[in-house]
């Protein structure tokens, strides 16, 4: 009886508390970084560390767990805000006081960004534990069936966090220009092994319970989950790779390199600080080529080749260590300082590893594609400058070759203009200065005015910073890559390719870069017979390279050669890298019979497809 007067009361205080919240006022206004994707006010209260504890329920696709945060308030505020997204928020307590629980309140739910949940804390709170459990349908997770495994035998889960899903399996405050540390003890089913971004066991144990700790202080998009049957494999001793049995040989042999790739990026931009470098393999539905999560890669399976030729993705996501996880955008308008600077410093890696005429080609591939991105949003459209406005909208609209090509190709020409020697320099104090911390567009500005530029209007002039950041499409000065292995290429094509023998084909278009150059190239115009030729020669379309597949598929529905379609039923029903299946799903909508067989494609495939990749393609479909 007593309850309801008492539950009223409540209810009115914390009304009146949100209300009178709207008034307080960030002290340090020029110290505030606004980050559109987060409802979190880190200039008043902000999280230094998680004590994360979880309990992974396959049954139920659930996760149960307690997040307890050591916040910092020098200020006194009286609130701290975090990041939701679906969760189930069950209880609160601050510090130990396990009697009380404090105010709290949801904000309103946006599609996107989720809702702000407001905790009410005394001036002395050390400690905010929220009790929550996640939503079957948390976008970050996705709970793989014993069928899309490799294996088939046992259920998989992992997360994606990148870039704004960590909400989804974690209240936290989501913003990549806020750092923690955090320990985690992780239960799980006991024929399994959970893996997290953080030091890792190696080897199953009798309980299903684990533990971890991440001692660096990270962003919250870098916080991951893994658990399955895993097992791993040493490559070297600072270096191994974990995957489902099935796996684990062809996955070790892949990533051999990774030792000499590690090195090689040391001796460029300083040490490797987080402690051991290991892979991942995840089931093949996984949306991204790779995600940087610290000591533990996340990778698609479908870069496992067999001839290694795909494993660039090692070397970019291992110079995310630096470029991303150590100096992290502060925001994602800047997206490109992560990805561009990694694109960067990867085929530095590569040159240094496999020679110049093999990063040639990947930067004149990588060219290829920001053309074509360029085209595609038309080359004065604002999302074609590496600044972006994202207010109020998806991080995922970054996602795009700009970032990563366009912020490649700035930070080359600045080499070009100011040489190796300086630039690379220019870059190991930028990694140093910066590490564990966040960089805004205005910290890179004055870095660069103030270590390369020093007030040299020539050199001014010649860099262009404000052209690369600020305006549109590509700067007129910009000195484009060039592959003299591709030239003999273009050679080739400017005949008839039936006129070629098959010998001289085949002698001149041989690696997989070559023959991604060569099928991108091919013109509009090609015939069905020209193509039926080019693959009597080249066996693309029953090729196990997955860019190779991606490519010519692409290709193939433009020009609606049959003999593709059961292969590439087989490759959107096992693939769910978005890179790949968005463009297909995409080309194949552009007809009439296209879009019955697109439609047909994905209602079977969607249930296996992660949330990251569903969203992108319910949205293209609902346009058609
Ligand atoms: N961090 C990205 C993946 C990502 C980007 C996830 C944005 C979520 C939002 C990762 O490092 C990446 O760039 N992956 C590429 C690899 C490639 C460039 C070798 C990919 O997935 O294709
Ligand atoms: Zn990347």
């Known amino acids: 009886m007593l309850k309801k007067p008492l539950m009223l009361i409540c209810i009115l205080l914390t009304i009146l ?67 939701t997204k679906g969760l189930n928020i069950q209880k609160i307590v601050l510090d130990d006081k396990t009697s009380e629980e404090p105010f709290y309140a949801l904000g309103d739910e946006n599609e996107i960004f989720g809702q702000a949940l407001s905790i009410q804390i005394a001036p002395e709170t050390k400690k905010v534990s929220i009790y929550y459990y996640t939503n079957p349908g948390a976008e970050a997770l996705q709970w793989v069936a014993p069928a899309q495994t490799f294996g088939r035998q046992s259920s998989f889960l992992y997360t994606q966090s990148q870039a704004i899903l960590a909400r989804t399996w974690i209240p936290c405050q989501d913003s990549p220009s806020i750092r923690f540390t955090y320990n985690a003890k992780v239960k799980v089913p006991k024929e399994f092994l959970a893996l997290m971004s953080a030091e890792n066991p190696q080897k199953r144990n009798s309980d299903g319970i684990y533990t971890f700790q991440q001692k660096h202080p990270i962003p919250s998009y870098l916080m991951a989950l893994a658990v399955g049957d895993i097992r791993f494999k040493k490559i070297n001793e600072m270096s191994g790779v974990y995957a489902e049995p099935a796996m684990l040989d062809k996955a070790a042999h892949e990533f051999a390199d990774v030792g000499k790739m590690l090195s090689a990026a040391e001796s460029l931009y300083g040490k490797y600080l987080w402690g051991r470098y290991d892979i991942l393999v995840l089931p093949p539905s996984f949306p991204f080529g790779g995600m940087e999560n610290p000591n533990l890669t996340f990778a698609t399976p479908t870069v496992i080749a067999g001839d290694r030729s795909l494993a660039n993705l090692v070397a970019h996501e291992l110079a995310h260590s630096w470029s991303g996880n150590l100096a992290t955008n502060a925001t994602w308008n800047d997206f490109w300082l992560n990805e561009g600077f990694t694109m960067y410093f990867e085929r530095r890696i590569i040159e240094k590893l496999y020679g110049k005429d093999e990063a040639d080609m990947q930067e004149v591939l990588g060219y290829k594609d920001l053309e074509n991105g360029i085209k595609d949003f038309g080359k004065t459209h604002p999302d074609t400058r590496l600044n972006l406005d994202l207010t109020d909208r998806s991080p995922d609209d970054a996602v795009t070759d700009i970032a990563y090509e366009k912020g490649f190709l700035f930070l080359k020409n600045i080499e070009l203009v100011v040489g ?63 592959s003299a292995r591709f030239d003999a290429i273009d050679a080739l094509r400017s005949g008839s390719i039936q006129g070629q023998p098959a010998d001289k084909l085949s002698r001149n278009i041989n690696s997989t870069n070559e023959k991604l150059y060569f099928i991108q190239s091919l013109p ?19 090729s196990h390279n997955s860019e190779i597949q991606y490519a010519w598929y692409l290709l193939s529905i433009k020009k609606d050669y049959q003999p593709v379609y059961s292969y590439l039923d087989t490759f959107l029903n096992t693939v769910g890298r978005r890179k790949f299946i968005e463009p297909l799903y995409s080309e194949l909508l552009t007809t009439e019979k296209g879009k019955k067989m697109a439609k047909d494609f994905y209602e079977k495939n969607r249930p296996n497809y992660h949330a990251v990749s569903t969203r992108t393609l319910d949205k293209l479909f609902s346009k058609k």
């Open 420 to 482: 190796r020697e300086k630039f690379d320099h220019f870059l190991k104090q930028y990694f140093a200065k910066y590490a564990f911390k966040s960089v805004t567009l205005k910290d890179f500005e004055d870095e660069l005015n103030n270590n390369v530029i020093k007030d040299d209007e020539n050199l001014k002039t010649a860099i262009n910073a404000y052209g690369w950041i600020y305006q549109p499409g590509i700067p007129k000065n910009a000195k484009l890559p060039h």
């Open 524 to 542: 509009d115009t090609i015939s069905l017979k020209q193509m039926q030729y080019i693959d009597s020669v080249f066996h693309f379309t029953t």
């Open 17 to 83: 508390w949100v209300a009178c919240k709207q008034n307080t006022k960030p002290q340090n206004d020029s110290e505030k970084i606004v980050d559109p994707h987060s409802y979190a006010e880190p200039e008043h209260v902000k999280v230094k560390h998680l004590d994360l504890d979880l309990d992974v329920d396959f049954k139920q696709q659930i996760i149960k767990g307690i997040a307890v945060w050591t916040i910092e308030n020098p200020n006194k505020y009286d609130e701290i805000v975090f990041d």
